[in-house]
Structure formats: structure tokens, C-alpha cells
């Protein structure tokens, strides 16, 4: 597989149970795979968020991150889901950046009887295939027929 570098979208940095027990699920099981995972929360550490102006130094490093990434990976949980990761999946749309979405939460967040979230959120992702695009496990992630696997190894 060729070495990739991976844009990690997620609300999980915001919690400290949720940073050091799920995130790291989602890191690991790609850098098994060997993707070199850009996660916000732990490339902003070095940021001192006490002082004036760290918001936009935050913003401004995860552009950066989201312009040199391969591919988008989003976790796309909540209702409606995080609005700084919708932020970020509209920027990886911008820039036409492959795309790929995580949801495990059951609950439906759309009007559309096709997608499970606002049919927006899928604008990145080849309509005719979405759901090879669409993860609701973690050990998806390396399933050979899915998206992100095809990817992974092209």
C-alpha cells in the first residue's frame, strides 16, 4: 500500500474521556494500515490556548493540515453532527479532496429518505456509491470492497 496522509475530523478532542478512549481506536486501527493520520487535537498541543488569538492559529493550522492531506475522514456522529467538522468537510469538498464519512450513532439526522444525514454532507462522494464511502464500524475500514480500502491502495 502506498503511504497516504489521512485528515481526521472529529468532535472526540473536545472531551477528555473521549480523546484518550475512542480517538485513538480510530488512529491506531489506520496507522495499521499505514496512513499517516493528521488529527487536529494532537497537532494543535503545542498552541497556548491562553492567550489572544490562539482560535484562529487552531483554524489556521487545520487549514494547513487539510490542504496537504491525500484524503478527508470524517466523524460525522450528533445531531446535527459536529459543526467544525461539517466546516472542515465543506473545505475537503472545496478543495476536491476523496472523502470519507464514520457514523455509529443510530439516530436519523435528515429529510431524505436516502441519506441518514443532510444530503449536503454527502456532496463529496459519488451518488451512485455512497455507502462504499459511508462507515459504521471501525472494522470496515480495511474491507477490500469499500472505499477508503481502494483508496488506501491505489
Known amino acids: ?21 475512542l480517538l485513538p481506536d480510530f488512529i491506531n486501527k489506520f496507522e495499521s494500515m499505514g496512513v499517516e493520520v493528521l488529527e487536529p487535537f494532537s497537532r494543535n498541543g503545542n498552541i497556548d490556548f491562553s492567550t489572544s488569538g490562539w482560535a484562529n492559529k487552531v483554524a ?38 476523496p472523502i470519507f464519512l464514520f457514523r455509529d450513532d443510530f439516530r436519523k439526522c435528515t429529510d431524505s429518505d436516502e441519506y441518514p444525514l443532510n444530503l449536503m454532507i454527502f456532496l463529496g462522494i459519488p451518488s451512485d456509491s455512497w455507502k462504499d464511502f459511508y462507515y459504521s464500524s471501525i472494522d470496515e475500514f480495511d474491507c477490500e470492497n469499500k472505499a ?3 483508496w488506501l491502495i491505489n
Open 1 to 21: 500500500m502506498s503511504s497516504k496522509t489521512l485528515y481526521l475530523a472529529s468532535p472526540y478532542g473536545f472531551s477528555e474521556h473521549w480523546r484518550s478512549k
Open 60 to 97: 489556521c493550522s487545520n487549514m494547513s493540515d487539510l490542504r496537504q492531506s491525500n484524503g478527508f475522514f470524517a466523524i460525522v456522529n450528533g445531531t446535527p453532527p459536529d459543526e467544525g467538522v461539517m466546516v472542515e468537510l465543506g473545505i475537503a469538498i472545496a478543495l476536491e479532496k
Open 148 to 150: 477508503f480500502y481502494k
